[in-house]
């Protein structure tokens, strides 16, 4: 058991390195699409935390900057503008919006990667 534990580990891992990683701005509080959680961690969504975030980000605002505050999202490359997406993220201001592609809209929901 332990071994096809690792093993689907390591697919995964090896996955993830073909993955376009880059950063942008998402307005979580008015995004067209829902966010989706809990898809690619298997811990049930604590929704009492969720709930003191949102109520955080509700009367604190957004902390745009803050490189703890990031949520990995999971989407087919062909769904984000490219020209919109930034390889360093300690750019402060010149942070861009994600843009999505036409394909990008017909997306139900936005899935992220943590939960």
Known sequence: M???KAQNCWKIQER???????YAKLNILSTEKPLKFSVYNYCL????????????MMTEGIQWYNITNIIHLVMPRECVKHCKLMDNLNVG???????LT??????????????
């Open 102 to 115: 036409v394909v990008g809209k017909e997306l139900k929901e936005i899935v992220a990667a943590g939960g």
């Open 45 to 56: 969504l604590n929704v009492t935390e969720g709930n003191k975030i949102f109520d955080l």
């Open 93 to 99: 201001e010149q942070l861009l919006l994600l843009e």
């Open 2 to 4: 332990q071994c096809l």
């Open 16 to 22: 993830t390195q073909k993955c376009l990683l880059r």
